[in-house]
């Protein structure tokens, strides 16, 4: 009797091994589909919304500032209260200065050390 249990797990054993690693991969690839069927659902209820002329009139006015022929856009640059950014130290002059640098040379200077510089390796080890 002992000889025909150990005979059923030599026989039963690398079997049903195989039968548990075939079931993690299925369970694995199931996961992976039903990601891939969300993913779809949502591109599908994506492209739905860019079907609709609303959206894409909502969309364009919002990100690109579009407006409809006849219509006016004002765009109000710095709305924000005062009392959250705190007031200015000094007020906006309303007269030019003329800077002492010459920004040409200036440019042409930091290019000149960029291409001169020493180079860093990821390792920072020079």
Same mark, same amino acid.
């Given at each position: ?7 059923? /797990? ?5 079997? %049903?091994?195989?039968?548990? *690693? ?6 694995? %690839? ?5 990601? &891939? &069927?969300? @993913?779809? !659902? *949502?591109?599908? +209820? ?5 079907? +609709? &002329? ?5 969309? $364009?006015? *919002?990100?690109?500032?579009? /407006?409809?022929? #006849? ?7 710095? *709305?924000?209260? !005062?009392?959250?950014? #705190?007031? @200015?130290?000094?007020?906006? =002059? @309303? ?8 920004? $040409?040379? =200036?440019?042409?200077?930091? %290019?000149?050390? !960029? #291409?001169? $510089? +020493? /180079?860093? &390796?990821? +390792? #920072?080890?020079?």
């Amino acid at each position: 009797m002992m000889g025909v249990v150990v005979l059923g /797990v030599i026989v039963v054993g690398p079997n %049903l091994k195989a039968y548990i *690693d075939q079931r993690q991969q299925i369970a694995a %690839l199931q996961e992976s589909v039903d990601q &891939s &069927s969300a @993913d779809i !659902a *949502d591109i599908r +209820d994506e492209r739905e919304r860019w079907n +609709d &002329s609303t959206f894409v009139m909502t969309q $364009a006015r *919002d990100r690109l500032y579009y /407006v409809n022929p #006849g219509e006016i856009s004002f765009i109000v640059i710095d *709305d924000v209260d !005062a009392g959250v950014v #705190g007031e @200015d130290e000094a007020p906006v =002059s @309303d007269s030019l200065k003329e800077t002492q640098i010459n920004w $040409a040379e =200036s440019m042409l200077g930091s %290019l000149v050390n !960029a #291409g001169y $510089a +020493d /180079v860093v &390796s990821g +390792d #920072g080890q020079g």
